[in-house]
């Protein structure tokens, strides 16, 4: 006899039940192992603010966008299976965040690339961008940015068995890839080597361990949190050889944003919340926090 | 604009690499798509069914995969053509990237140039090829001297269309270590946010030109072949 209708669409209902809370199961679990800090949430954050700003209406909707990178570990990540992303970005995220009332999970998190940071916070997509975010003059034309949070150089990349490239000065004719695009290769460029530009750095890592490039080269921080995944086949090599200043976007429609991140820095400065997040993050391969950065003044 | 004019050197390399491409998979996939036409057309059972298995995976491809295979899959097989870079001819070598570019380029590129010429031969009148045949023509013979001089005329325009996909296709290779135009584009931008619609502007423009310089040869030619 075959079942009743009504039993089958039970059995259905079961099912799809049963699959659900294994799925979300599988969710928590994933979340266990990623080491996480508390995070400072102010209450009646609100009233701090004066009435007509942007961090006001923030507080009072009790939600922030922050746009943030997917593919740099240690500086913001999310894998496939994640549910947030990982990193120091993220991390100086929820303490700006905090400030304002705002718990980690009520951030909504957007992916940003190289490409889209400008027109997300020129349309309003995101309220910050805090996406390994180089502060300069040009894009200071266009947007605002604080900061800056967190200080940087770019270095070199290579497989642990290369003898011949030790620092910037080796690199002339070499191959050396990086994001396409992006200010790093250009700066390879300048110093003789050929540049390679590939979609993303995970791409640009398997070119080194496969020997069709010479090098990888990025922000340190980026290419110390590989060579800590990788440490027996890859290698970070020479002195950082340019200065990046990461800085926090904000839109240039709310320029009052600017002293409240400075003001939010200086305090994670001083309470020691900034090194605990670098800690968590950067500081997993190994490196000390470095020295707090200089935050620029905020020009009205 | 001025991001765009004060590097014009850069522009015009990057649209140099952007021809080249072009130019190297266009005449590679023109001779690999037309060999892959003869044999799909031919007599032989198996060369036709190789010739269509070949089209059925190539062209059922998105470019994105078989470029990702080229760059990253080969090496790991142990094939990264670095061995191109020792051969110089007149003080020129091309690199491995280049190499490896062109070949996910014309790959791609000959499947669809195959179909071409074979809607092409088609449009020949089967009676042509039975009476090459019959004046004791081999099948290579009717080929080269009735069928495909009479099928090439039909075969202008669409092939114009595939060179020309060609053209805007060779963008993909910006992602895989060229400094082509869509690569050099997105430095720029990345230099220069507060120009980004002028750049964009300017490197559709110089797309723009490349496909009408070609576009307009295919007339030139269509005009020449035309039988009255």
Do not use: H
């Given at each position: 006899?075959?079942?009743?209708?009504?039993?089958?669409?039970?059995?259905?209902a079961a099912?799809?039940?049963?699959l659900?809370?294994?799925i979300?199961?599988?969710?928590?679990a994933g979340?266990?192992?990623?080491?996480t800090r508390?995070v400072?949430?102010?209450?009646n954050?609100?009233?701090?603010?004066e009435?007509?700003?942007?961090?006001?209406?923030?507080?009072?909707?009790?939600?922030?966008?922050i746009?943030?990178?997917?593919?740099?570990?240690?500086l913001?990540f999310?894998?496939?299976?994640?549910?947030?992303?990982?990193?120091?970005?993220?991390?100086?995220?929820?303490?700006?965040?905090?400030?304002?009332?705002?718990?980690?999970?009520?951030?909504?998190?957007?992916e940003t690339?190289?490409?889209?940071?400008?027109p997300?916070?020129?349309?309003?997509?995101?309220?910050?961008?805090?996406?390994?975010?180089?502060?300069?003059?040009?894009r200071?034309?266009?947007?605002?940015?604080?900061?800056?949070y967190y200080?940087?150089?770019?270095?070199?990349?290579?497989?642990?068995?290369?003898?011949?490239i030790?620092g910037?000065?080796?690199?002339?004719?070499?191959?050396?890839?990086?994001?396409?695009?992006?200010?790093?290769?250009?700066?390879?460029?300048?110093?003789?080597?050929?540049?390679?530009?590939?979609?993303?750095?995970?791409?640009?890592?398997?070119?080194?361990l496969d020997?069709?490039?010479?090098?990888?080269t990025?922000?340190?921080?980026?290419?110390?949190?590989y060579?800590?995944?990788?440490?027996?086949?890859?290698?970070?090599?020479?002195?950082?050889?340019?200065?990046?200043?990461?800085?926090?976007?904000?839109?240039?429609?709310s320029?009052?944003?600017?002293?409240?991140?400075?003001?939010?820095?200086?305090?994670?400065?001083?309470?020691?919340?900034?090194?605990?997040?670098?800690?968590?993050?950067?500081?997993?391969?190994?490196?000390?926090?470095?020295?707090?950065?200089?935050?620029?003044?905020?020009?009205? | 604009?001025?991001?765009?004019?004060s590097?014009f050197?850069?522009?015009?390399?990057?649209?140099?690499?952007?021809?080249?491409?072009?130019v190297?998979?266009?005449?590679?996939?023109?001779?690999l798509?037309?060999?892959?036409?003869?044999?799909?057309?031919g007599?032989v059972s198996v060369?036709?069914?190789?010739?269509?298995?070949?089209?059925t995976?190539?062209?059922?491809?998105?470019?994105?995969?078989?470029?990702v295979f080229?760059?990253?899959?080969?090496?790991?097989l142990?094939?990264n053509?670095?061995?191109?870079?020792?051969?110089?001819?007149?003080?020129?070598?091309?690199?491995?990237?280049?190499?490896?570019?062109?070949?996910?380029?014309?790959?791609?590129?000959?499947?669809?140039v195959?179909?071409a010429f074979?809607?092409?031969?088609?449009?020949?009148?089967?009676?042509?090829?039975e009476?090459?045949r019959?004046?004791?023509?081999?099948?290579?013979?009717?080929?080269?001297?009735?069928?495909?001089?009479?099928?090439?005329?039909?075969?202008?325009?669409p092939?114009?269309?595939?060179?020309?996909?060609?053209?805007?296709?060779?963008s993909v290779?910006?992602?895989f270590?060229?400094a082509?135009?869509t690569?050099?584009?997105?430095?720029?931008?990345?230099?220069?946010?507060?120009?980004?619609?002028e750049?964009?502007?300017l490197f559709?423009?110089?797309?723009?030109?490349?496909?009408?310089?070609?576009a307009?040869?295919?007339?030139a030619l269509?005009r020449k072949?035309?039988?009255?």
């Amino acid at each position: 006899m075959r079942p009743r209708p009504t039993l089958r669409r039970f059995t259905a209902a079961a099912a799809t039940a049963v699959l659900a809370t294994s799925i979300a199961a599988c969710g928590n679990a994933g979340n266990d192992d990623t080491e996480t800090r508390d995070v400072d949430v102010a209450e009646n954050a609100a009233d701090e603010f004066e009435d007509g700003t942007r961090m006001k209406e923030l507080a009072e909707d009790g939600t922030i966008t922050i746009g943030v990178k997917y593919d740099q570990p240690g500086l913001g990540f999310k894998g496939a299976t994640d549910d947030m992303p990982k990193g120091f970005d993220p991390e100086v995220g929820k303490i700006l965040a905090g400030s304002l009332g705002i718990a980690p999970e009520d951030i909504t998190w957007k992916e940003t690339i190289s490409d889209n940071r400008e027109p997300f916070l020129e349309e309003g997509e995101v309220d910050l961008v805090i996406a390994t975010y180089s502060i300069t003059d040009d894009r200071r034309k266009v947007v605002g940015q604080a900061g800056p949070y967190y200080v940087t150089g770019q270095q070199l990349l290579v497989r642990s068995d290369n003898d011949e490239i030790n620092g910037v000065e080796d690199i002339k004719g070499m191959e050396v890839c990086s994001v396409t695009g992006s200010t790093s290769l250009e700066n390879v460029k300048k110093e003789g080597a050929k540049p390679r530009g590939f979609d993303t750095y995970s791409e640009c890592v398997d070119q080194v361990l496969d020997g069709t490039v010479d090098a990888m080269t990025t922000d340190g921080s980026i290419l110390l949190g590989y060579a800590a995944e990788q440490p027996d086949e890859l290698k970070v090599v020479g002195e950082p050889f340019s200065e990046e200043r990461y800085g926090i976007g904000y839109s240039k429609d709310s320029p009052e944003m600017c002293q409240w991140i400075n003001d939010t820095l200086t305090t994670s400065f001083e309470d020691g919340s900034w090194e605990e997040a670098f800690d968590v993050t950067l500081g997993e391969s190994g490196v000390e926090a470095p020295e707090q950065p200089e935050l620029d003044d905020c020009q009205s | 604009m001025e991001a765009v004019f004060s590097n014009f050197d850069e522009y015009l390399k990057a649209f140099g690499v952007t021809l080249a491409l072009f130019v190297v998979s266009g005449l590679a996939s023109l001779v690999l798509g037309l060999i892959l036409a003869s044999l799909r057309v031919g007599p032989v059972s198996v060369m036709r069914r190789a010739a269509g298995l070949y089209v059925t995976i190539f062209r059922n491809t998105p470019l994105l995969m078989i470029f990702v295979f080229m760059a990253a899959a080969m090496p790991k097989l142990g094939y990264n053509f670095k061995w191109v870079e020792n051969i110089e001819i007149a003080g020129w070598s091309v690199s491995a990237f280049f190499v490896r570019s062109t070949i996910a380029l014309t790959l791609y590129t000959s499947a669809f140039v195959c179909e071409a010429f074979r809607s092409g031969v088609n449009s020949v009148d089967v009676g042509q090829a039975e009476a090459a045949r019959a004046v004791g023509l081999t099948f290579f013979q009717s080929m080269r001297y009735v069928v495909l001089p009479q099928a090439l005329r039909a075969v202008v325009p669409p092939l114009t269309s595939v060179q020309v996909a060609l053209i805007k296709n060779t963008s993909v290779a910006a992602a895989f270590g060229m400094a082509e135009a869509t690569a050099t584009m997105r430095s720029l931008t990345n230099d220069y946010g507060s120009q980004r619609p002028e750049i964009f502007l300017l490197f559709a423009i110089g797309y723009i030109i490349i496909v009408e310089a070609v576009a307009l040869s295919s007339y030139a030619l269509e005009r020449k072949w035309k039988v009255a």
